[in-house]
């Protein structure tokens, strides 16, 4: 079956640490790769999206993903966090041509000031 | 643009009843919705994709007798919980996707908690 696990579910880390979270998929084909953000209260928000090309996406807020196809990976990056990047992140993966989502768990990131 | 609304934000229900919750697209047509369940600390589970004018597909294990679903417009989706009862009680958010350019993104609204007494 298909799936997509985030490695850590809280990420504790201080304002300008680097960040990386961990997803990979289980899935042969192409596939189209999200990561979503939830901050507190609020809805979710696309983050960025990859669907083909450069593999290095680059998304909102200095948040950027690479898609490394050999190690079914999608790792999201930010080499400076703040605070204000206290939420919670979710990973999606769709098969080519379905519209369905594949959720990761999530993880949850809080940002000490 | 892209803004995807529900109503209500949050409902609280006697157990027994029904609860419908509306899902719009305020800004685009949505040829397909769909409905996810959030439990807390985890993920989003898929429990139907919704197209309109035709009917709801469920995910297995949704039943589809109790969680009513209708999608008689481009930009509205109805999800009905029929008969509910307290395990039903949780953060119930739709989402949309844009009819326009094939788009695989989908556009989430913000979400409503239902609690069942």
């Known amino acids: 079956a298909q799936s997509v696990s985030q490695h850590n579910h809280h990420v504790i880390l201080s304002e300008a640490a680097s960040l990386e979270l961990g997803c990979n998929y289980s899935?042969?084909?192409?596939?189209?790769l999200f990561w979503y953000v939830q901050y507190p209260g609020q809805h979710l928000q696309l983050l960025l999206k990859?669907?083909?090309?450069d593999p290095l996406v680059k998304g909102i807020k200095g948040f950027e993903a690479e898609f490394i196809k050999s190690k079914f990976s999608f790792n999201l990056r930010k080499p400076s966090v703040q605070w204000s990047d206290t939420a919670e992140y979710f990973c999606?993966?769709?098969?080519?041509?379905?519209?369905?989502?594949?959720w990761g768990a999530g993880t949850k990131l809080i940002i000490k000031p | 643009g892209a803004v995807v609304s529900q109503h209500p934000s949050w409902v609280i229900c006697k157990s027994g009843t029904s609860v419908k919750i509306e899902c719009r697209s305020l800004d685009f047509q949505a040829t397909t919705m769909f409905w996810y369940r959030q439990f807390p600390k985890q993920s989003l589970m898929l429990m139907a994709t919704?197209?309109?004018?035709?009917?709801?597909?469920?995910e297995q294990g949704v039943e589809k007798d109790k969680f009513l679903i209708n999608h008689a417009s481009l930009t509205l989706s109805t999800l009905t919980v029929t008969s509910a009862h307290p395990e039903d009680s949780s953060f119930y958010i739709c989402?949309?996707?844009?009819?326009?350019?094939?788009?695989?993104?989908?556009?989430f609204g913000p979400g409503t908690r239902l609690t069942v007494t």
């Open positions: 899935y042969g084909g192409t596939v189209n």
């Open positions: 999606a993966v769709s098969p080519h041509r379905n519209y369905q989502l594949i």
């Open positions: 990859y669907f083909s090309g």
């Open positions: 919704s197209n309109e004018g035709s009917k709801a597909t469920y």
């Open positions: 989402s949309a996707r844009d009819a326009a350019g094939g788009s695989y993104e989908q556009y």
